[in-house]
């Protein structure tokens, strides 16, 4: 009876993560594919070619590499400064009796239900009022912007459950309100720093609506606007941006197995309450 | 380009701006904005910006290759900007309207342009078409607006047909029709066969059955009707247009049935395995089909329904217009004038792997035997028509999407499809 129930829960896995690979296999397969195959045999079908050439195409013809720094120049300064401004929000909200602090929460939260589309508009005619239309600044401002609400939220959650006496005892060895949060606090939330740094990473790399929103020059394009360059007007090479998917997958895939362990527990430790 | 302008007031206006003066985030903004500033433009003698929307590999190529040698004549210099197509169809109404738009842009000839000419959006380049006196007539008009003046530089256009494979055509022991009538009997000939004789693609690319109604309706009720139509000042309910339905009725069975399923790149797939007959599709078709098939293809003509109604076919031109607030006039038109002229049209065609025609009718086309037969059918025709939306608009696109596939589903409820037709139409024309 127990092996069967191993068995069963083997067999079921087994089949459950199958499905969930079976997308990422296709694409890996379709990268190795050539183009005059899958034009003659259709993108479902089993492959019939090898080769490694549509990376080449993807990173020299489709202009990754440029694309890749743009989109690390985006992302680095915008996790890092969402996260450093909802640090800071979430310590005041969540350690000082600040007048209106639960209002301002949520007024920062509700901010982040409103659907992103309904702002397209007025974020692109903002950003060129201010001049900073074409430029990455104008992203990084947006991401920081939209992330900042639902960071603080969640660091608010778990600043809060910090014990008090640890703050009270910094305060009596002397501590000013900038050496405990940076002293005390800081070192406190690192895994959820790290968890939300992860996930924030993953979200402002693959966003593509608001880089299409406020940038209009290819060469300043991050990775998936420029994915999306690599299809044609009619007809795309599909295996060649199968390859550039590919790579452009990397960066988050890498930046998920480091901060992997910090991940779960950071989101369970902000979680559970 | 950008507009990064790295100047000290500039540059604390910016760190302002973003609130982003805390947390000494300043090391990574300064490494931001090196790189953040690209060429500037923007002044009277600045770079040329073009903003394209041919992002295939091919014709981007070709469209760099163009530029390069624009700039190595040394009487300006321009900069491209390829856009993914639909981002760039997204953004177009965007681009035009800042305040500091890009100069020139690739788009399409007729009533989309002369949507934006209306708007005062638009660059006068009659200038330029001082130059291009021996292009054709139809052209021209295509290129002017309203207001008499062209705001449009073509740069070359293709054609609609069916395309089949000779080779398939040669083993069924079929021939090309000329007539509706014969064009049924080849359906049933191939039907006989157990192919499906029309091949279409609806799934992703609803689109592509308005050539099926484009062409009957041209077919039928002539161009200037079909024009009107699509102008807002003719029914879609009205009887002449029903007569265009009666008439797709007769070849419906004869329809793949498994092609509302696929877009038309798999369409083309079928067609060169010969799960299908023929597929009337625009030559950009090409583009998906394998090298060693492109021998192999051949099309007809759209068969002649009505011999009385002067013959029109479906030529959609592509090209180039430029934004009335460009701070560089004189060099948007020097590069207009360079990309109509015959060296640059030939060296465009050449690069590109698509089927098309060089609208200045000084440079020579590709001379393979399937672009000269095509060319021959646009020349013979009476009149040229763009496509359903070149001709109308991206709004009222949508609208014949929902009624054809509606139709394709259930051609028995036509009469009810028609008003509704004409019911989404009108809103849309109401803007």
Not at chain 2, 58 to 85: C, D, P, V
Not at chain 2, 243 to 249: D, G, L, N, S
Request: aromatic share 10%; glycine share 8%; net charge neutral.
């Amino acid at each position: 009876m127990n092996k069967l129930r191993t068995g069963a829960f083997h067999t079921g896995m087994i089949l459950l993560s199958l499905l969930w690979l079976g997308p990422v296999i296709w694409v890996v397969v379709m990268s190795t594919r050539s183009f005059d195959d899958i034009a003659a045999h259709g993108v479902g079908s089993l492959p019939r070619s090898f080769t490694l050439d549509t990376y080449r195409q993807a990173w020299t013809d489709g202009g990754e590499l440029r694309a890749l720094i743009n989109s690390m120049l985006v992302t680095v300064p915008s996790v890092a400064l969402s996260l450093g401004l909802a640090a800071v929000a979430a310590f005041a909200l969540s350690r000082f009796r600040i007048p209106g602090r639960r209002t301002i929460l949520l007024l920062m939260l509700a901010g982040n239900l409103l659907p992103p589309q309904i702002l397209l508009i007025p974020v692109a005619k903002f950003s060129e009022l201010t001049g900073l239309y074409d430029t990455l600044w104008a992203l990084i401002a947006v991401q920081v912007g939209f992330g900042l609400g639902f960071y603080t939220f969640v660091l608010h959650g778990f600043m809060r459950d910090l014990p008090g006496e640890i703050q009270e005892a910094a305060t009596i060895d002397g501590a000013g309100v900038g050496q405990i949060f940076t002293r005390v606090m800081l070192p406190l939330t690192r895994p959820a720093l790290a968890a939300l740094g992860a996930l924030s990473f993953t979200w402002i790399f693959n966003d593509l609506l608001w880089a299409i929103t406020v940038l209009r020059t290819d060469d300043n394009m991050p990775v998936t606007p420029a994915l999306l360059g690599l299809q044609g007007q009619f007809v795309s090479s599909w295996n060649v941006i199968a390859a550039g998917t590919v790579i452009a997958a990397v960066p988050t895939v890498a930046v998920f197995l480091r901060f992997q362990r910090h991940f779960v527990s950071g989101l369970a430790l902000g979680a559970v309450k | 380009m950008s507009d990064f302008d790295p100047g000290r007031r500039r540059f604390l206006g910016h760190l302002g701006l973003a609130g982003l003066g805390a947390l000494g985030a300043s090391s990574f903004l300064s490494a931001c904005a090196s790189s953040a500033s690209g060429p500037t433009t923007g002044n009277g003698s600045g770079a040329v910006t073009i903003q394209s929307n041919l992002s295939s590999p091919q014709a981007k190529a070709a469209m760099e290759k163009l530029i390069a040698n624009f700039n190595a004549q040394g009487k300006g210099t321009a900069s491209l900007n390829t856009i993914a197509s639909e981002t760039f169809r997204t953004q177009l109404p965007t681009y035009l309207t800042s305040a500091n738009p890009p100069d020139l842009y690739t788009w399409y000839a007729g009533s989309v342009a002369n949507d934006y000419a209306s708007r005062n959006l638009l660059l006068d380049v009659s200038d330029v078409w001082k130059s291009l006196g021996d292009y054709p007539q139809s052209l021209r008009t295509l290129s002017t607006d309203a207001s008499g003046k062209q705001i449009f530089v073509p740069m070359n256009n293709y054609w609609w047909g069916f395309f089949y494979r000779k080779s398939n055509f040669a083993k069924w022991g079929v021939q090309e029709p000329k007539t509706w009538t014969e064009f049924l009997a080849l359906c049933e000939t191939l039907k006989g066969k157990g192919v499906p004789p029309i091949g279409i693609g609806l799934g992703d690319t609803p689109w592509v059955a308005s050539a099926w109604f484009d062409y009957l309706n041209i077919r039928i009720n002539g161009a200037p009707f079909h024009r009107e139509l699509l102008a807002g000042k003719q029914r879609f309910d009205d009887p002449k247009v029903k007569a265009v339905f009666t008439r797709w009725r007769e070849a419906l069975p004869y329809f793949d049935p498994k092609g509302k399923a696929y877009p038309f790149q798999e369409a083309t797939t079928a067609l060169l395995a010969g799960k299908t007959g023929m597929f009337l599709i625009g030559t950009f078709f090409a583009d998906a089909a394998p090298k060693d098939a492109l021998g192999d293809l051949d099309f007809f003509r759209f068969p002649i329904i009505d011999p009385a109604v002067p013959l029109a076919e479906e030529a959609p031109t592509d090209g180039f217009f430029a934004s009335a607030k460009t701070a560089n006039p004189t060099g948007t038109r020097a590069l207009l004038t360079y990309l109509s002229g015959v060296e640059a049209q030939e060296a465009y065609v050449k690069a590109s792997s698509g089927i098309v025609l060089p609208a200045n009718p000084k440079a020579k086309a590709s001379d393979s035997p399937l672009v000269v037969k095509g060319k021959a059918m646009l020349d013979e025709a009476k009149e040229l028509t763009q496509f359903f939306n070149r001709d109308s608009s991206d709004a009222l696109q949508p609208t014949a999407d929902t009624a054809l596939t509606k139709f394709i589903d259930k051609p028995d409820q036509i009469d009810a499809i028609l008003r509704e037709w004409q019911t989404s139409a009108e809103k849309v024309f109401k803007g």
